[in-house]
C-alpha cells in the first residue's frame, strides 16, 4: 500500500520560513517524480512545484519561483519542500503527490499519489 505522509506545517510569520517533508512508503521511490500543490479554502489545488525521478530537473508554480526550492533524497524516501520569504498568500494545505512519468508534470491528473497534506499558515 502507497503512503505519503507529509509533515513541517505549522503557523509562521510573513517573511518567514518553513520545511515540509513527504516520506514515501510502498513505491519504488527512485522510480517517481514527485510534486507539491496546494489548495486555499475555496480555491482549485495548485500546482507548487516538482522533481524528477533523479532530481534534475525541476518545475515552479510563479508565484512561488525564487523563494522555494524542491528536493529529495531517494535513500530516505523523502521529498522536501524549503519554503522561504512566506506570504499570507501562501497559506493552503500542502500536498505532495507521486507520478510515475519520466520528467516533471504540472498537471494534477498525471499523479497517482497523494498524501493527506499538511496545513500551512502564513500571518501577517
Known amino acids: 500500500q502507497v503512503q505519503l505522509v507529509e509533515s513541517g506545517g505549522g503557523l509562521v510569520q510573513a517573511g518567514g520560513s518553513l520545511r515540509l517533508s513527504c516520506a514515501a512508503s510502498?513505491?519504488?521511490?527512485?522510480?517517481?517524480?514527485m510534486g507539491w500543490f496546494r489548495q486555499a479554502p475555496g480555491k482549485e489545488r495548485e500546482f507548487v512545484t516538482a522533481?524528477?525521478?533523479?532530481?534534475?530537473?525541476?518545475s515552479f508554480g510563479d508565484s512561488v519561483k525564487g523563494r522555494f526550492t524542491i528536493s529529495r533524497d531517494n535513500a530516505k524516501n523523502t521529498v522536501y519542500l524549503q519554503m522561504n520569504s512566506l506570504k499570507p498568500e501562501d497559506t493552503a494545505v500542502y500536498y505532495c503527490?507521486?507520478?510515475?512519468?519520466?520528467?516533471?508534470?504540472?498537471?494534477?491528473?498525471?499523479?497517482?499519489?497523494w498524501g493527506q497534506g499538511t496545513q500551512v499558515t502564513v500571518s501577517s
Open positions: 522533481i524528477s525521478r533523479s532530481g534534475s530537473s525541476l
Open positions: 510502498g513505491l519504488t521511490f527512485s522510480r517517481y517524480g
Open positions: 503527490a507521486a507520478t510515475p512519468g519520466v520528467g516533471v508534470t504540472r498537471t494534477r491528473t498525471d499523479y497517482s499519489y
